[in-house]
């Protein structure tokens, strides 16, 4: 199989739970902390390599206790890292808040060194990124990075997949070179100016995006599972629980891994939302964001079911 490679950012996640969040100027005492490897393109790296992908991962780090943490997390994973040192500055972290009654979350993500990904880093990888079976990006690195990643992507004929996250303006010109946009519903909001609160008003975000030149929509609908809209076809692809919900920080980057792992593979697409509904369904009964991501065993188990 062909390797699946991401471009993003990997950050320390510290996270914290309380019964509620404080406000400005208050100090309020937290139930827990954890310490532990995140960032976007880092977590959707080791849901897919552990889902069974041949996964290369493209970022920078500085040269800290912070990257020690990324190295370890991506060996046990099995992601190959493809990592510029960064000595001008440092290697990122993120505020994690987590509500205890609900599991849901807010987060303040500072990139650090992930923050300077450029062009130039991308052609620097281009010959592994036109290797690639399946090209993967977001938005926490600067854009026109991952839009000059797109491009040498779709120019050798390899399928490409954004994660358009955290939530931004985009031009119509880095839609159109992709093969799938994956936003959930506040994401898919942004793009649109559509609300997303039902898997109707999903449906109507996805043909605006589609009408900006994307090739197909899959918007991640949390508790509803996931819509998947192209020009020939929508189909609802109901959640796949694995269990009482915990967290739910990583759960769409649990979902790309997946995704990408089984249009890798190449299952039909409908089939590849699913995988990636299963992998999120899984994560969201643990704890933490890479360290929740499931073995494939268990997903192919709980697809089996």
């Known amino acids: 199989m062909k390797p699946i490679v991401i471009l993003g950012i990997f950050v320390a996640d510290t996270a914290y739970r ?7 100027g208050e100090t309020i005492l937290g139930t827990s902390f954890v310490l532990g490897p995140g960032g ?15 996964v290369h991962f493209i970022t920078r780090l ?4 912070f990257a020690e943490i990324a190295q370890a997390t991506w060996a046990k994973a099995g992601v190959v890292p493809e990592i510029k040192v960064d000595h001008e500055s440092y290697t990122g972290a993120a505020y994690i808040f987590i509500e205890n009654a609900t599991g849901n979350n807010a987060i303040i993500v500072s990139p650090g060194a992930a923050g ?3 062009a130039q880093d991308v052609e620097d990888k281009a010959e592994l990124i036109q290797s690639a079976a399946i090209f993967v990006t977001q938005l926490e690195q600067p854009i026109l990075a991952a839009q000059r990643a797109l491009e040498i992507a779709r120019a050798a004929g390899v399928t490409t997949i954004l994660n358009p996250a955290p939530a931004a303006s985009l031009p119509d010109a880095m839609l159109a070179l992709c093969d799938y ?6 994401e898919a909001e942004a793009l649109t100016g559509l ?5 109707a008003e999903a449906k109507a975000a996805a043909a605006a995006l589609l009408a900006k030149g994307v090739g197909a929509v899959v918007i991640t609908l949390g508790d509803k599972g996931a819509l998947y809209h192209d020009a020939q076809q929508t189909v609802h692809v109901p959640v796949v629980s694995a269990g009482p919900v915990v967290e739910t920080t990583g759960a769409g980057d649990a979902f790309n891994g997946g995704f990408a792992v089984a249009l890798a593979e ?8 699913r995988f990636g509904c299963a992998t999120a369904g899984i994560s969201v009964t643990r704890p933490g964001t ?3 991501m499931p073995a494939r065993a268990e997903i192919d188990a709980l697809l089996a079911r």
């Open 62 to 65: 500085g040269a800290d206790a």
């Open 181 to 186: 946009v994956t936003p959930n519903e506040s």
């Open 116 to 118: 300077r990904v450029s």
């Open 18 to 24: 309380a019964e509620r969040q404080p406000k400005m």
């Open 290 to 292: 890479a360290p929740a």
């Open 40 to 54: 976007k393109g880092s977590n959707q790296s080791v849901a897919a390599a552990m889902a069974g992908g041949r």
């Open 266 to 273: 190449g299952r039909n697409v409908i089939d590849a939302v």
């Open 195 to 199: 609300p997303v609160t039902s898997v």
